[in-house]
C-alpha cells in the first residue's frame, strides 16, 4: 500500500471539503462512544480488568522470545507450521508458495489488518491468486478499490447508497429492479454472493486477535462468522499475525477478552470467539488439512526495550479513534496508511520512520480520550511526544517552526524576559483587537487566522494572575 | 530457519535476555504450567440456578432463544416445537453426539436428521455445547464428527442442546473444561465461543442479524 502519510495536511483538508465522508463520520460518534460506556459501567471489574490486561501484555512483551518459541513448539506438535517473516516482503512470498503449493486459484479472507500491512491483497492479485474479502465491510472497500478507514469498521467512512451503487455495478448479473433501499437488502445481497466463494476457495487466510503459547493456538475475534467460514471450508488454513499477539495462556486471552469487546463496539463478548489449533484431526468430517501461521516482525522487533514498547500491547479495538477528535473530524484514509486514529499516529512513524509518519504524532491536540479509553492503559499521547522529540532532533520539521520553538526556548529560559515580553506582547495584540476583541490578522499567525478570527487577549498574564492568586491565598 | 533466529536474536537484545536467562526461562515455564488465574468477575459467581437464569438472560440480551426442558427425553420435541414456531422445515442437521443420538427422537416423528457435516443447503444445524458461560450467555462448542463446525456456521439457523451441569460462572471455568477433555496444554482443533447469531454493523453501523453465520440461535437447556 502507497503510504500518502507525507501529504496529511493535503489529505485532512480534502477530507473535511468531502460532504458523504463528512456524513458518514457522524456515524462514529453515534455507533461506538455510547455503546462502550454503557458496557463498561455494566461491569465493576472493567476498570482492574484493564489493569491486569496490561500487565499481562507488559509480562508477555519481557519474555517475548521464550513464549514465541513456545507457541512454535505447540503449533508443530498439533501439526500445523510455523513461518518467520521479518519482513512485508518475506510474509507476502511465504503466503505466495503455500498458496501455490496449494494450487490456489482463489483465497478468501477474513477481516486482517496484518495483511493491509503485508500489502497481501494485491500481491497475490500480480501473481494469479484473486483474493476475495469476506467480512461486509472489508467487501465493500475492496469493490470500491479502497483501504480500510477504520480497523474494526473498515467501511465506516461509506453511505449506504453508495454500496448500493457499487453492488448495483458489481453483481451485474442479478437482477436490475432488485430493492437495495435498506441495509437488510444489501446484507443479504453481500451474504449470497460470498456464500459460493467461501464454498469455492482453495485457501482460507486469517488474522488472529491471540496466539496462545500454552496451547499453540490462533484465536479470530469476529461478529459475522466469515472468519469461521474462511478458515473451516478451504484446504488450507493461513493466520497472519504479528509477533506480539502472543498472549501465555488461556487465562490469560480470558482477561483480555473482556475488555476487547466491551472497548470495541461496547458488545460484552463478540458473538464468535473461534480458537483453532492445528489442521483437521483423525476423524474430523471438516475443517483445513494444512494449518500455516505466518509470524511478521516488520519493524516490531526494534520497538522492544525502547519509550515506544507500551504500543505493542495494542490489540486493535479501535477505542482511540473513536474517541479522537481529529479522526472525528477527518475519518482514516487522511492518515495515509494502514493504522489510522491515535493508535495510527504512534505505530506508523514506529513502522515506516519518523520522516514518513511524522505528521501523524502532531495531528492531536493532546486532549487524552484515547489513553483514557484504551483497554491497555496505553499512554498515546506521550509516545505522540516521542516521536515529536524525535522529529525535532533530526531536523524534519518546517524552519519557521524550529526558529518558533527555538526562540520560544529561549526567551522561557529567561523568565523575566519572558515576562516582559508576554506583557508586551499582550498589550499589542489587546489594542489591536480594538472593541471587537478580535484579530483578523495577526504576525506570524496567518495559519490561524486565515480560517477564524483570533480572540484578542484580555486582561492579565497568566503568571500576572498566578501571582495575584497566590498572594491572595497567603 | 534465518528469519526465525533474526527475529529472536532481536528480541533477545532488545529486552536484554542475557542478564538473567535462568529466572526468564523458569518464570514462563512456571506461567505456562500453573495458567494462574486473574481478575473473575463477581456477576456469575452464583449458585447453579442462578447461574443458569443468568445465563439466559445474558443470552436473550443478544438476541438468542431459550428453552429449558427437564431430560433429553424432552429435546426432540423441543426441536420439533422450535422449528414450528419459526415456520421452518421439520429436518435438522447434525453430527454423530450421542448425546443428541441418544435424545428419544420417536417424540418428533415428522423430524428428519442428516448426520455430518453441512454443505450449506440445511436451513438448521442442531450441535451439542461442551460448556456454557453464564457471565455472558456464551456457548462453547468443540470440534469433532460428534459436532462438526461447519454445522455451526452454514446452515440460517442453529439449535445448541446444553447440559446445565455444564453451565460455568465464567470463562476461565468453561476453558478448563475444554482442557479436561484432552489434557491440560492440548486443545480440540476448533474451539466456538458463540454469543448469539451472527451480525453485521458494517453499513452505516447499523447492526444486522445474520452476516454470514445463522440469523438465529436457539438454546435447550437439559437440566436433568
Known amino acids: ?74 503449533v508443530v506438535e498439533s501439526g500445523g507450521h510455523v513461518h518467520w517473516a521479518q519482513t512485508a516482503e518475506d510474509a507476502r512470498n511465504i503466503v505466495l508458495d503455500i498458496c501455490r503449493t496449494a494450487n490456489a486459484k482463489t483465497v ?64 451485474d448479473h442479478l437482477p436490475e429492479g432488485r430493492n437495495l433501499d435498506e441495509p437488510e437488502t444489501l446484507l443479504d445481497e453481500a451474504r449470497t454472493v460470498l456464500r459460493q466463494k467461501f464454498i469455492d476457495a482453495d485457501v482460507g487466510i486469517t488474522g488472529a486477535n491471540f496466539l496462545v503459547a500454552e496451547t499453540g493456538t490462533s484465536i479470530i475475534v469476529t461478529n459475522e462468522g466469515n472468519g469461521d467460514l474462511t478458515q473451516t471450508l478451504p484446504r488450507v488454513h493461513i493466520v497472519l499475525a504479528s509477533i506480539e499477539k502472543i498472549a501465555p495462556t488461556l487465562e490469560d486471552v480470558s482477561q483480555i477478552l ?14 464468535y470467539t473461534t480458537f483453532s489449533t492445528g489442521p483437521r484431526r483423525e476423524g474430523d468430517v471438516d475443517g483445513p488439512e494444512e494449518y500455516h501461521v505466518v509470524l511478521l516482525d516488520n519493524g516490531r522487533t526494534n520497538m522492544i526495550g525502547t519509550e515506544f514498547q507500551d504500543m505493542l500491547r495494542c490489540i486493535r479495538c479501535g477505542a482511540c479513534m473513536n474517541h479522537c477528535p481529529v479522526y472525528h473530524a477527518v475519518g482514516g484514509h487522511a492518515y495515509g496508511w494502514v493504522y489510522p486514529g491515535p ?19 502532531n495531528a492531536s491536540t493532546f486532549c487524552g480520550r484515547c489513553e483514557a479509553v484504551c483497554p491497555m492503559r496505553i499512554p498515546l499521547p506521550k509516545m505522540m511526544r516521542h516521536w515529536r522529540e524525535r522529529e525535532f532532533e533530526k531536523n524534519l520539521n518546517p524552519a519557521v517552526q524550529r526558529w518558533g520553538l527555538k526562540t520560544w526556548a529561549w526567551f522561557a ?30 504576525p506570524l499567525g496567518s495559519g490561524w487566522t486565515k480560517y477564524r478570527d483570533m480572540p484578542a487577549p484580555e486582561g492579565e498574564t497568566f503568571q500576572a494572575q498566578w501571582a495575584a492568586h497566590k498572594g491572595r491565598a497567603k | 530457519m534465518s528469519g526465525r533466529e533474526a527475529i529472536l536474536g532481536k528480541i533477545r537484545s532488545q529486552v536484554g535476555a542475557d542478564q538473567d536467562p535462568a529466572t526468564r526461562r523458569t518464570t514462563v515455564a512456571d506461567r505456562l504450567a500453573k495458567a494462574p488465574r486473574g481478575i473473575i468477575p463477581k456477576r456469575g459467581q ?30 426432540a420435541e423441543a426441536v420439533s416445537d422450535y422449528l414450528r414456531s419459526r415456520n421452518l422445515p421439520q429436518a435438522v442437521r447434525m453430527g454423530t453426539d450421542p448425546r443428541l443420538e441418544g435424545a428419544d427422537w ?34 462453547v462448542l468443540t470440534s469433532g464428527s460428534d459436532n462438526p463446525t461447519t454445522v455451526n456456521f452454514l446452515p440460517e439457523n442453529h439449535i445448541i442442546v446444553i447440559d446445565a451441569a455444564d453451565i460455568k460462572g465464567d470463562y476461565e471455568s468453561a476453558l478448563d473444561q475444554v482442557r479436561s477433555m484432552a489434557g491440560k496444554g492440548l486443545m480440540p482443533r476448533t474451539v466456538n465461543m458463540i454469543t448469539g447469531p451472527s451480525r453485521s454493523g458494517d453499513i452505516e453501523q447499523t447492526i444486522l442479524l445474520g452476516a454470514h453465520g445463522p440469523r438465529s440461535l436457539h438454546v435447550i437447556v437439559v437440566e436433568g
Open chain 1, 1 to 74: 500500500m502507497k503510504i500518502t502519510t507525507p501529504e496529511f495536511k493535503e489529505n485532512a483538508v480534502k477530507a473535511l471539503a468531502n460532504d458523504n465522508l463528512q456524513k458518514a463520520l457522524g456515524n462514529v460518534e453515534k455507533g461506538f462512544i455510547g455503546k462502550r460506556q454503557a458496557a463498561a459501567d455494566a461491569l465493576p471489574e472493567f476498570e482492574a480488568l484493564r489493569d491486569k490486561a496490561r500487565d499481562i501484555k507488559d509480562h508477555t512483551l519481557a519474555h517475548l522470545d521464550l513464549y514465541l518459541k513456545a507457541y512454535e513448539e505447540k
Open chain 1, 108 to 171: 478468501t479472507k477474513g477481516k486482517s489488518m496484518i495483511s493491509e500491512e503485508m500489502g497481501i491483497n494485491e500481491f497475490l492479485e500480480e501473481k494469479g491468486i484473486q483474493p476475495i474479502e469476506t467480512d461486509l465491510g472489508e467487501y465493500i472497500i475492496q469493490l470500491r478499490g479502497e483501504a480500510p478507514s477504520h480497523i474494526i469498521a473498515p467501511a465506516v467512512h461509506v453511505l449506504k447508497e453508495q454500496v448500493e451503487a457499487d453492488f448495483r455495478e458489481e453483481h
Open chain 1, 258 to 271: 473482556r475488555v476487547l469487546a466491551r472497548s470495541a463496539t461496547g458488545q460484552d463478548m463478540s458473538v
Open chain 1, 343 to 361: 493508535m495510527g499516529a504512534v505505530l506508523t512513524p514506529s513502522l515506516k520512520g519518523v520522516e514518513d509518519g511524522g505528521n501523524l504524532p
Open chain 1, 413 to 442: 529560559q529567561r523568565p523575566r524576559l519572558y515576562q516582559l515580553g508576554a506583557r508586551v506582547a499582550m498589550r499589542g495584540l489587546s489594542i489591536m483587537g480594538g472593541k471587537k476583541g478580535r484579530l483578523a490578522k495577526m
Open chain 2, 46 to 75: 452464583l449458585d447453579p440456578r442462578a447461574q443458569l437464569k443468568l445465563f439466559c438472560d445474558r443470552a436473550e440480551a443478544v438476541q438468542t432463544t431459550t428453552t429449558v426442558v427437564k431430560d433429553y427425553s424432552q429435546v
Open chain 2, 106 to 139: 420417536s417424540k418428533a416423528p415428522n423430524l428428519t436428521r442428516d448426520v455430518g457435516p453441512s454443505d450449506g443447503s440445511d436451513p438448521v444445524g442442531l450441535s451439542h455445547a461442551t460448556a456454557g458461560v453464564a457471565e455472558t450467555g456464551t456457548l
